[in-house]
């Protein structure tokens, strides 16, 4: 099993541009998350999926959409990019919902 | 306030010694809590799970206060490998900020 896969690993963009991040997950797990980690403040919750077909805001909702129309996938999307997502952003799945989380590795992004 | 505290440190340990951290949660509803490592530029990944009761596995012992609200987790017999972030978590979706642990030889 590949686990939690994230596409890509690194990307620049300029302040402007759009682009999605790509989460797989193949342990059929009904949860999904996207996390933003910046130093000296954690990992902050952007948007989760209890489900195929369902989302919802987190912590820091603000500037990013996501999507799950597959129950293995889930996609965070930038609209307009902006420097201060300037981030490490961190895909996870859960079985149960409860805070036992399996994560990808990460992309890295740079807004210049 | 955050959901989750917990100390930054660093922690710099000598190999072979004990030691333990500690995370508070301010929800007192709050029902289930782990501990993740997470090495430098890598995800984090579960450690364990913490119970009332106490949770034991080799050398780490994770343990849980309701009382004080707040969990911790003690590494004896400290290893070079040890060295990382350690993150607490309650429920889903509310982690620490890290701990970041560094054993020296």
């Known amino acids: 099993n590949a686990g939690v896969t994230q596409t890509p690993k690194f990307r620049v963009l300029k302040t402007g541009q759009s682009m999605t991040l790509l989460c797989a997950q193949d342990?059929?797990?009904?949860?999904m998350y996207w996390y933003r980690q910046d130093p000296g403040m954690g990992l902050r919750l952007i948007h989760y999926?209890?489900?195929?077909?369902?989302?919802a805001k987190g912590e820091v909702p603000d500037g990013y959409n996501v999507s799950r129309l597959k129950k293995q996938n889930f996609l965070l999307g930038l609209e307009s990019a902006a420097p201060s997502q300037t981030s490490v952003y961190f895909c996870?799945?859960?079985?149960f919902g409860d805070g036992r989380e399996f994560f990808g590795p990460g992309t890295r992004l740079t807004v210049l | 306030r955050k959901e989750v505290e917990q100390d930054p440190g660093p922690f710099n340990v000598p190999e072979g010694a004990t030691v333990a951290f500690n995370c508070t949660y301010s929800?007192?509803?709050?029902?289930?809590f782990f501990w993740y490592r997470q090495d430098c530029r890598k995800e984090p990944k579960l450690l364990m799970s913490?119970?009332?009761s106490g949770n034991e596995d080799g050398r780490f012992t994770a343990q849980l206060n309701r009382a004080s609200q707040y969990i911790s987790l003690l590494i004896r017999d400290s290893k070079l490998s040890d060295s990382a972030t350690y993150l607490c978590?309650?429920?889903?979706?509310?982690f620490g900020t890290g701990t970041s642990l560094t054993v020296i030889p």
């Open positions: 999926s209890v489900g195929e077909g369902t989302t």
């Open positions: 996870a799945s859960s079985s």
């Open positions: 978590a309650a429920n889903q979706f509310y």
């Open positions: 342990m059929n797990h009904e949860y």
């Open positions: 929800n007192s509803a709050s029902q289930s």
């Open positions: 913490v119970y009332s």
